[in-house]
């Protein structure tokens, strides 16, 4: 009975971004900062879509445009030595700036990362909710 009811809410929707491409210099090692590279991100944001999905309104979500604007200027931005402190600062603006999202999820990938040796992808993950109030 309370699935019914928690899926008549929203529960389990989400929107996502995925792929955004953006140029930074984050890293450790001088070379990263003095030259840059390319990062990737991906960003889901838990939320109801219940009222914009009825009223067909903007207002009643969050708009993706945003976010990615939100995105981009922390990824192109200030440097950061960790793509964790990205990944970071982006789920926290994202939480900051949208009250409607539960709990976001953030993904950076560094794809250029200075690795001894082939391979495809280092990408950190976090996941961020809301604080609990009593």
Known sequence: MREAADAGRGAGDSIALTGMEFYGYHGCLPE?????????????????????????????????????????????????????????????GILARFLRVAEVRVTVHKPSAPLPGAFRDAAVTVVRGREARA
């Open 32 to 92: 990263e900062r003095k030259t840059g590279q390319t990062f990737l991100v991906d960003v889901s944001l838990s939320l109801s879509l219940a009222e914009a999905g009825q009223l067909d309104d903007l207002a009643a979500t969050v708009n993706y445009a945003e976010v990615f604007a939100l995105a981009r200027d922390i990824v192109e931005g200030p440097p950061q030595r960790l793509i964790e402190a990205v990944a970071e600062r982006i789920a926290r």
